[in-house]
């Protein structure tokens, strides 16, 4: 659980003096995408967290294998029914909200806070002690011994019949518009994530096209597997651009943030809509639409764009074209899950 006011990132400890480590420091923070900065930020929190409950001091830098080797041992088994300092160190965690239960860690979250940590290491140029041998060796058999089947994201795809139901839930008023245009776009434009969504301004839906073709080009300047410098413009077409186009011209939005929250009486407000907030757009409109809490998440969107396109036969070069995934195995893995009854492939001789 990622603390609500996380530590600050390490500032780098160099030769350099403090002007050039402060413009270090901001160097790494203008390079690295928002969402990796608050997770390591929430990272270093339970870091810091977890060494004072374990050890009784603050994280030291370079830290030593010893503290490195006991964080792996703690978070590669399950403490429900341990004793000792490693259970204690775990419920004191629990009791600040920085871990949930006493069950082992997913292999992927242990490898992500020891990413982070690394990262510090990095960034105070030093060695970090995941490096040594022994530590490496320890990680990947923890990683191996909490092995698991891989979680969804979301628990059911928002395939285009689930999306036809949600959509229909969207009304005329601001609220409607807006509603419509992002899950539409979330949807048509290659399964965005949410983080995506959000982050699209009014000046990344590019319109010089839509008057003759129907056609919007939506540039992506925030993604997991794109940089700012590799901007892809998606297209977008048909319903989803004319819905888009709806909501910006009504909305009467010229400049800043594209997603906005909509006020009680209906008025566009001036700030981002927020990750959360459209987590809670798409939970609304799945209880409209007639499905159980906790039927899909907004990746729903995202599976759902990759889901369909297998169900109508749509080759998986053509949709990762769009969704941007840089895995054709892990872009296949949503192929896979479709029914063989529904593979296309079963039909060629008809």
Known sequence: MTPKNPAPLPRPETALGADEAQALADLFRRGT?????????????????????????????????????RFILD???????????????????????????????????????????????????????????????????ARRAAA?????????????????????????????????????????AGGRRRAEIVALNRDDVLTEDFAEAGLLRIRLLSSKTTGPEAAPRLPLKGRPARALVDWINLSGIRAGPLFRPVSSADRVLTRRLSPEGLREIIAHRLALAGYPPGFASPHGLRAGFLTQAALDGAPLAAA?????????????SYYADIDSASNPAADLLG
């Open 33 to 69: 995408p928002e969402n990796t900065l608050r997770a390591q930020a929430g990272d270093l929190a339970y870091i810091a967290a977890w060494k004072r409950a374990a050890f009784g001091t603050d994280p030291a830098w370079p830290e030593s294998e010893t503290v490195a080797l």
């Open 75 to 141: 978070h590669s088994v399950d403490l429900s029914a341990a004793t000792g300092p490693a259970r204690a160190a775990a419920e004191a965690l629990i009791a600040a909200g920085l871990r949930r239960s006493l069950a082992c860690p997913a292999p992927a979250t242990l490898d992500r806070r020891i990413a982070s940590w690394r990262a510090f290491h990095r960034l105070r140029n030093l060695a970090s002690p995941f490096e040594a041998p022994l530590i490496a060796q320890a990680r990947g058999r």
């Open 148 to 188: 698991r089947p891989r979680a969804r994201k979301s628990a059911n795809p928002i395939t285009r019949e689930v999306l036809e139901a949600m959509l229909a839930s969207c009304d005329h008023s601001q609220r409607g518009l807006r509603d419509r245009a992002l899950l539409m776009l979330g949807f048509a």
């Open 320 to 332: 990762m074209q769009l969704s941007l995934h840089r895995s054709a195995a892990q872009a296949q």
